[in-house]
């Protein structure tokens, strides 16, 4: 397949429908634009205003009130959050063990990471027994310990000992044991069938629940094939828990479309539509015939448009006609949040059925920014503050209630202003509605809005239902969004944090923050701050991208492109040879003549001769040379893209890879140049004192290319040598000539 064929039929998405192109359109748009939008639909009159700010009031005294009976998880979250440094060593060594086959591997690690922790500093300051016990024993097995009273002066020394001790598995144990316990706190049960006795319980009785059988990311179809039958299971087990008084009263299943398929990505899309929408089918068809609610989870922003794909696939087919009971969740810390609930109401209009929309924040945002940085992205899918996440989710809100007939919907939060917010706008459009939590998460909230003297509202529990293996990767999740500092279930008991400051508007706080990104989490361009640029990527998963890449690559003719010897001159060259697209044969691409002998010598003479002038050249005068040549790569992305794949048989991916790392050389290189051929006083010596001797150049280098890194390390042994005052002598693979010839 030729790359032109290959870009175009990744760009085979959807785009063509405006409501579905202002999804695409919306990813990575300017933050500052995003939030001025999202403030228009957000804002209240200042009367509605104050009657929010009341009722958010009251629900953080009535859990204020509630703090002393506070579940065990949620006092130890409080006491070791991950503001503080052991709360961060804690949740490492527990996400770390995951990944550790041996017991003296794991003993190793923990007496590495724990052994120098201040655990003494957290002794005693909680009222939870458990929290002590956690902290005198670090949860050694779940349990107290008798402790001597010379332990207990010296809690750190006696730390010490017991992590010195060789090979004693007590605390590798202990430390196990502390996230079974914690996950018994957020796991309904190992199976179905244990968590709908729980979810039964008197306990868990006021609440609606659905159930999320655990299970990261299927890597082989047989791991699809086994989440697909726990799904189906499942919905079989629910349903005979009915009947239920309708649809939204109903305990729902909440499935996961990475689990589905383990080749869930846009470079799969046609693949993922073929077998993907038959088995999430399969699944809507069996909760139809249940009559129970089923939800598409969340994933990662690159999977969002494939994710509506499917969604929409399924939601049309004739055989879910007159069931409302399909839904899917939306995060509103993407910035296309706004666009997709448009996108769903002409979905849902369409199809003639309401869909059940959980709204959610967003569960990977450490995640979202990181990968933008390191694809080079122009911006960020997700917010950089934290209230305008708020503030976007609020905006979200109140354009689902603007779809009474399209949307049945479901707010997932903590957070009591957002609470507060909601319950009135929701009474005030006249739109049945519920609200959605953790399990064991904010559930003393949850007492002050569910029960019958107060708001009134239904509660539906995100009931997570899997073994410890599966449960691990869930819970540091968990732990890691609840256990921030920043976290409303971390902050609401902090009885030192001002409630006006804990329900504060996160519109009026929009609308005061300027600049409205992040001013320390710079774009992805600028995370080598006055450095250097960082190299631009390709977003592949976006189609409206990779629909201008193939555009790009499509423009680039290729067929007879040539390449001369070394150095061009009155000597007869070598004999011509053909180069062939290594993927088809039958494609020649151009051709390239060998050097001679005597060519050899002539180019070493010529570089030696021009080596003093180039030498003497400001570093600065080559130094934006090589940040010229960058800059023109970058804006032939289309055509070196096509020459990495049709002449060194290179993927999409991997041609861009490619590119960047090319890019990057050269701007890395004339950083260094400026750092070590500009002021000798800028040089450190060998002691530390300044060095007045001034760089210069060897002489003539010959950097020869590799043929798997036709591009990019080609390009990188040619600007080093450059840059420090060389001229040189390149010579490419033989494979890779043309690729080569352009740079």
Wanted: with cysteine; charged share 25%.
């Amino acid at each position: 397949m030729t790359a032109t064929a290959c870009a175009l039929r990744f760009s085979a998405g959807p785009v063509d429908d405006p409501a579905f192109r202002r999804i695409a359109q919306s990813w990575l748009r300017d933050e500052a634009e995003v939030v001025s939008d999202l403030i228009r639909i957000a804002e209240a009159d200042p009367e509605l205003r104050a009657k929010i700010a009341a009722l958010a009031a009251d629900l953080v005294k009535r859990v204020r009130a509630r703090a002393p009976e506070q579940s065990a998880v949620e006092s130890f979250m409080r006491e070791y959050d991950l503001s503080s440094e052991e709360g961060v060593l804690l949740m490492c060594v527990a996400e770390a063990l995951l990944r550790i086959p041996d017991a003296d591997t794991a003993d190793e690690l923990i007496r590495d990471k724990l052994a120098d922790a201040n655990w003494q500093s957290h002794s005693g300051k909680s009222s939870s027994l458990f929290v002590n016990a956690g902290t005198w024993g670090l949860m050694l097995t779940g349990k107290l310990v008798s402790l001597s009273e010379d332990t207990k002066r010296n809690f750190s020394g006696a730390f010490k000992r017991l992590l010195g001790r060789s090979g004693e598995p007590v605390v590798r144990l202990a430390v196990r044991q502390a996230m079974r316990i914690m996950g018994h706190q957020f796991v309904m049960g190992r199976t179905i069938k244990e968590a709908l006795e729980r979810a039964a319980s008197k306990e868990h009785r006021g609440y609606r629940h659905s159930f999320d059988m655990l299970g990261e990311a299927a890597l082989t179809d047989a791991d699809a094939q086994r989440y697909l039958k726990s799904y189906h299971d499942a919905i079989m087990a629910i349903g005979k828990s009915g009947p239920h008084p309708d649809i939204h009263a109903a305990p729902s299943i909440s499935v996961k479309l990475s689990a589905l398929h383990p080749r869930y990505e846009k470079a799969k899309r046609e693949r993922v539509l073929n077998e993907l929408v038959p088995r999430v089918l399969s699944l809507a068809q069996a909760a139809k015939a249940q009559q129970i609610p089923m939800t598409i989870d969340a994933e990662e922003a690159d999977r969002l448009e494939l994710s509506l794909e499917v969604v929409a696939a399924v939601f049309r087919d004739p055989s879910l006609a007159g069931w409302n009971g399909f839904g899917l969740a939306v995060q509103a810390y993407q910035k296309r949040a706004i666009a997709v609930i448009d996108w769903l109401a002409e979905l849902a209009r369409e199809v003639g059925s309401r869909l059940n929309v959980r709204l959610v924040k967003g569960a990977y945002w450490d995640t979202e920014i990181k990968r933008a940085q390191i694809e080079g992205l122009v911006g960020y899918p997700v917010f950089t503050r934290k209230h305008n996440t708020d503030l976007s989710y609020l905006a979200c809100a109140r354009r689902l209630l603007a779809y009474g007939d399209a949307f049945y919907p479901q707010f997932a939060t903590h957070n009591a202003h957002t609470i507060a917010a909601l319950w009135h706008h929701a009474s005030n459009a006249g739109v049945a509605f519920e609200f959605q939590r953790l399990h064991g998460m904010g559930g003393d909230l949850y007492a002050e809005v569910i029960g019958a003297d107060k708001l009134r509202s239904p509660c539906r529990v995100y009931a997570p239902v899997g073994s410890h293996e599966d449960l691990l990767p869930y819970l540091v999740r968990r732990l890691l969004e609840n256990g921030a500092n920043t976290s409303f279930v971390n902050r609401i008991v902090d009885e030192a944090l001002p409630i006006e400051e804990l329900i504060a508007d996160p519109v009026e706080q929009a609308r005061k923050t300027e600049p409205k990104p992040h001013p320390k989490i710079p774009l992805p361009v600028n995370v080598y701050g006055s450095r250097r640029l960082n190299s631009r990527g390709v977003n592949v998963a976006s189609d409206l991208e990779l629909a201008a890449l193939a555009d790009g690559i499509a423009r680039t003719p290729l067929g007879n492109l040539k390449v001369g010897p070394l150095l061009a001159s009155d000597s007869a060259a070598g004999d011509a040879v053909t180069v062939t697209n290594p993927a088809d044969r039958r494609q020649t691409l151009g051709s390239w003549q060998s050097t001679t002998p005597e060519q050899v010598e002539q180019a070493l003479a010529a570089a030696s001769k021009v080596q003093v002038e180039w030498d003497a050249q400001p570093v600065e005068l080559r130094a934006q040379m090589l940040e010229r040549v960058a800059e023109l790569m970058e804006a032939q992305y289309g055509e070196l893209i096509a020459l990495t794949t049709r002449e060194a048989g290179k993927t999409l991916a991997d041609g861009i890879a490619e590119v960047r790392e090319a890019v990057d050389f050269c701007r890395y290189y004339a950083a260094q140049g400026r750092r070590l051929f500009g002021s000798p006083e800028s040089l450190p010596g060998p002691t530390g004192e300044s060095n007045h001797l001034s760089l210069h150049g060897r002489g003539p280098f010959v950097c020869i290319s590799p043929w798997n890194f036709p591009l990019a390390i080609f390009t990188g042994q040619v600007a080093a040598a450059l840059v420090a005052g060389n001229p040189v002598l390149a010579k490419p693979a033989e494979q890779t000539t043309l690729i080569a010839e352009r740079a």
